[in-house]
């Protein structure tokens, strides 16, 4: 009886979020499965990102504020692959996106992420500044919570190992080498009003790194 009533539970889940996690799972696969040459006007791109970061206690819009938000003593370190797949205009491509975070020190924890992206290959900010909007949405799986997301996970059934990935950023770099980049992104994990694991907020982390972009 218990095995049929976690197998009803299991369809249930699925059924209710099966699109999502589809769309998410091909994001994740399309840096792999997808020739570089489909994406048609916005320069083809892959890209590596290497990146640090520090976690917060507060929810995602107080996260934003990174320069006033409070921050816990449990960082991550992490590194990131991207690859263009389609072009909507000129200047705006989407592909997908794959990383995998070390978190510490309050207990060593992993953290891997699929997702798919919308980027926009720069705005000029100042003189031979450019200024460059990207989203990512996916999944994201860790082997055990941390900081404020393991101190919400125990307020009552909730799993926090799965759950959904959003990742705001905004890059930099100069008009002459826009192949490198300074990357400040809003790192966050969520069970999008309980839908995965039981979670509302999950954990936030604001990052800092740099990437390259290559064909």
Known sequence: MFNVGMRS??????????LMIALM??????????????VDGCDPSRALHVFVG??????????????????EN????????RRDVYS????????????????FPERWSFESWGGMY????????????LVKPSLTLGLSLVDRAIGK???REARGDRDARLLYYFGPEFAF???????WEIVLRLHHRSGGMQTLGNMSEGHNAVTLGMRKHFR
């Open 25 to 38: 799972v091909m994001g994740a696969l399309m840096p792999v499965i997808l020739p570089g040459d489909q």
């Open 149 to 151: 997301e393991r101190e």
């Open 118 to 129: 919308l980027r926009h290959a720069g705005l000029p900010l100042v003189r031979r500044v």
């Open 9 to 18: 539970c299991s369809n249930t889940w699925i059924q209710r979020n099966g």
């Open 88 to 103: 909507f205009s000129r200047r705006t491509a989407a592909g997908g996106e794959i990383g995998l975070v070390a978190r």
């Open 74 to 81: 449990n960082y991550h370190a992490g590194i990131a692959y």
């Open 54 to 71: 520090r976690y917060t206690r507060e929810t995602t819009g107080d996260s934003a504020k990174f320069w006033e938000t409070e921050y």
């Open 173 to 179: 770099s100069t008009a002459h080498r826009p192949d």
